[in-house]
């Protein structure tokens, strides 16, 4: 199966800083690859998902790129805001899979 | 998301004591999930259902059973708790349409710990 790799596990980073996440990949079929930020005390939502098509794509201050190549995929947020406080989990999947398969999560902490 | 409800949202119980998780959703969406959270180790799935007839094992699925009541419903149940079964469980839930990705939509969380 599928096996996703997660960096760092912990991450702080002072207010308008730039933070990245990278995740790694280990089936080359997978093609779908979202991302869910996990407030404290909440449920995981989606914020943003790329398609393996795609080698970028933007919403506001968060970005995801994917590099099919190098199996591995990544999370930039600019100007980060101390409400991006969060534990973010990346997940892959492969077309005709079942599921996602999740990363073990980053757990981003913006200092204000 | 009040739309995947979780009960109950706390249980503590103790060891070999049957558990039993339910799930519901009001978004019409016929595949369900159910996963475990430890910190460090992510979220792990347990079991999935795409629809009443159909359930599938995840890659956790020692020690636990599910049932799919209906579209809206998808219940884990833990047959006798073991004290490492303590973690946080969420239900999940989504719309796959053929030849697309659909979000997951996650339940708020039964948080379990087990004695």
């Known amino acids: 199966g599928e096996n996703v790799e997660q960096h760092p596990s912990t991450l702080s980073v002072q207010e308008g800083d730039s933070a990245v996440i990278k995740c790694t990949y280990s089936d080359s079929a997978s093609n779908y690859f979202p991302w869910y930020k996990q407030e404290l005390g909440k449920r995981p939502q989606l914020i943003i998902d790329i398609r393996s098509n795609v080698g970028e794509k933007k919403d506001q201050r968060i970005a995801v790129t994917l590099n099919k190549t190098a199996k591995h995929f990544s999370l930039h947020i600019t100007e980060t805001q101390p409400e991006d406080s969060a534990v973010y989990f990346c997940?892959?999947?492969?077309?005709?899979?079942?599921?996602?398969?999740f990363g073990t999560g980053t757990r981003l902490t913006v200092i204000p | 998301d009040a739309d995947v409800t979780q009960t109950p949202r706390n249980r503590i119980t103790k060891t070999g004591k049957r558990i039993m998780l339910e799930c519901s959703q009001t978004k019409g969406h016929d595949r369900m999930y159910w996963y475990r959270q430890d910190p460090g180790l992510g979220l792990r799935l347990i079991y999935y259902s795409f629809d009443v007839k159909d359930i599938n094992k995840g890659e956790i699925s020692d020690g636990y059973s599910v049932s799919r009541q209906a579209q809206a419903k998808f219940s884990l149940s833990l047959e006798s708790a073991i004290p490492n079964q303590t973690a946080l469980y969420f239900c999940a839930t989504s719309d796959f349409p053929s030849g697309a990705y659909n979000e997951q939509f996650f339940g708020p969380g039964t948080r379990l710990t087990v004695l």
């Open positions: 997940a892959a999947q492969r077309t005709g899979a079942n599921n996602l398969f």
